[in-house]
């Protein structure tokens, strides 16, 4: 079993950057494929970013391919989401997920194949 927690979240303007880091707890990280998903005020939760347990493979939804960045370090147990010129439209809570899985290439984007989630952080981005 593993724990994560999320952090980064805050206000920013149009245009600008944040890096959002999920902070897992528990051992054998690195089984795990991580994925960052978003819910905004009376919307469904929506897929963001996910990532391999080895890193290498990713996958990005349409809405922020091209702005932000997923990435992980297995010896710090973090997986980070760097977003880039950012957008009102990206004013969310964004949550941290986590699922065991064998094959170090598998990537995740759905948010009901996930066994464990954070608390969530907020991203505000004001025009």
């Known amino acids: 079993q593993v724990q994560v927690v999320e952090s980064g979240g805050g206000l920013v303007q149009a245009g600008g950057s944040l890096r959002l880091s999920c902070a897992a707890s528990?051992?054998?990280?690195?089984?795990?494929?991580m994925g960052w998903f978003r819910q905004a005020p009376g919307k469904e939760r929506e897929f963001v970013a996910a990532?391999?347990?080895?890193?290498?493979?990713?996958d990005y939804s349409d809405s922020v391919k091209g702005r932000f960045t997923i990435s992980r370090d297995n010896a710090k147990n973090t997986v980070y989401l760097q977003m880039n010129s950012l957008k009102p439209e990206d004013t969310a809570v964004y949550y941290c997920?986590?699922?065991?899985?064998?094959?170090?290439?598998?990537?995740?984007?759905?948010?009901?194949?996930?066994?464990?989630w954070g608390q969530g952080t907020q991203v505000t981005v004001s025009s």
């Open positions: 990532i391999s347990r080895s890193g290498s493979e990713t």
């Open positions: 528990g051992r054998a990280f690195s089984s795990y494929a």
């Open positions: 997920g986590a699922r065991p899985v064998v094959h170090m290439l598998v990537v995740v984007t759905a948010s009901y194949e996930y066994d464990f």
